[in-house]
């Protein structure tokens, strides 16, 4: 009898234990899967506000590629025609929406340097074509486009094709935005973000020569948080990992590819969030939404209350 007693603590104990490891098991790849979840809805925040800086962009270049002013400048070969209506362009634009990281440049339909907003030197007839993948490709399709592209920097650029009234090909016009936007949108979501360039693209992107760097790795921004970066520069190893996640002083931090027209990796972004896991929004519902921000799946739009 006390062998059959034993025989079934033993069988007893080990079921249990079985039970434990399995509980173990699927405990750890239940937060396993919400860490995941977490961290990919973050990182559509993050997509979901590139899609939108880029949809902004893409429509102000829309509406001034209409403007007369401008092709009556190309017309003419008027550069101060041109400098004059895009800048009343970039202040209307500050005045009435608050936002002053707006660039405009217009190229003559030899895809050479017109008029900018930005630069004082003598470049008006500068080629651009050599470099400047997302103009050769407005020029070729006449067909207007946007994306993160390398130039003498890295920023989002949207590009339109500028017609005449007999609908020829005489130009275009690019807004140039920063990722200034899109950090200050972040922060809503308590997200940070630190765009950052290859060094092997350096030798085009030449304005950044004198940015910060972290490794192999030139800081795109002027103005970027100090803290995320400090905190990679202590911890480089990040960089040589192939994880999806660190975590690091109750930050996650995920690096996710940045890619520009025709280069398949120009960089990284860094995206920080908090270890401590918060409410995100979901796409898996046609509108969703809690106590900070409503997500509506049909029109692709996040609202913060």
């Known amino acids: 009898m006390k062998k059959i007693y034993f025989l079934a603590l ?45 949809r902004y962009a893409l429509s102000l270049s829309l509406f001034i590629s ?27 634009i500050k005045n009435s929406a608050g936002i002053d990281n707006i660039e405009i440049q217009v190229h003559t339909k030899k895809l050479e340097a017109f008029a900018r907003n930005w630069d ?52 275009s016009i690019e807004v140039i935005m920063n990722f200034k936007n899109i950090e200050a949108r972040l922060k809503k979501f308590d997200l940070k973000i630190l765009p950052l360039l290859d060094e092997k693209f350096i030798h085009i992107a030449v304005d950044l020569k004198n940015h910060e760097k972290i490794g192999k790795y030139y800081v795109v921004d002027k103005f ?3 803290e995320l970066y400090q905190k990679l520069k202590t911890h480089m190893q990040i960089f040589d990992s192939d994880k999806f996640y660190h975590e690091i002083d109750n930050k996650i931090i995920v690096l996710v590819p940045m890619l520009s ?19 995100v929004y979901s796409y898996h519902n046609i509108d969703d939404e809690n106590t900070r921000y409503r997500f509506n799946r049909q029109l692709r739009e996040v609202r913060i209350k």
Request: hydrophobic fraction near 40%; avoid cysteine; proline fraction near 1%.
């Open 66 to 92: 209409q403007n007369q002013v401008i092709k009556k400048a190309l017309h003419v070969n008027n550069q101060a025609l041109a400098l004059q209506e895009i800048s009343r362009f970039t202040k209307e």
């Open 261 to 279: 027209v025709g280069i398949q990796d120009v960089g990284l972004i860094v995206l920080s969030m908090n270890a401590k896991q918060t409410e």
């Open 224 to 226: 970027y948080s100090k």
């Open 120 to 171: 004082n030197s003598n470049y008006m007839g500068a080629k651009l074509g050599g470099f400047r993948k997302g103009l050769v490709k407005v020029k070729k399709t006449q067909k207007p486009f946007v994306s993160i592209e390398l130039g003498k920097r890295l920023n989002i650029k949207a590009i339109s094709p500028i017609f005449d009234e007999k609908k020829e090909f005489i130009g």
């Open 10 to 54: 033993v069988a007893f104990s080990t079921i249990l234990l079985i039970l434990f490891v399995f509980y173990n098991r699927y405990s750890t790849y239940y937060e396993d899967e919400k860490m995941d979840s977490y961290i990919s809805q973050n990182i559509d925040i993050l997509n979901e506000n590139l899609n939108f800086q880029k």
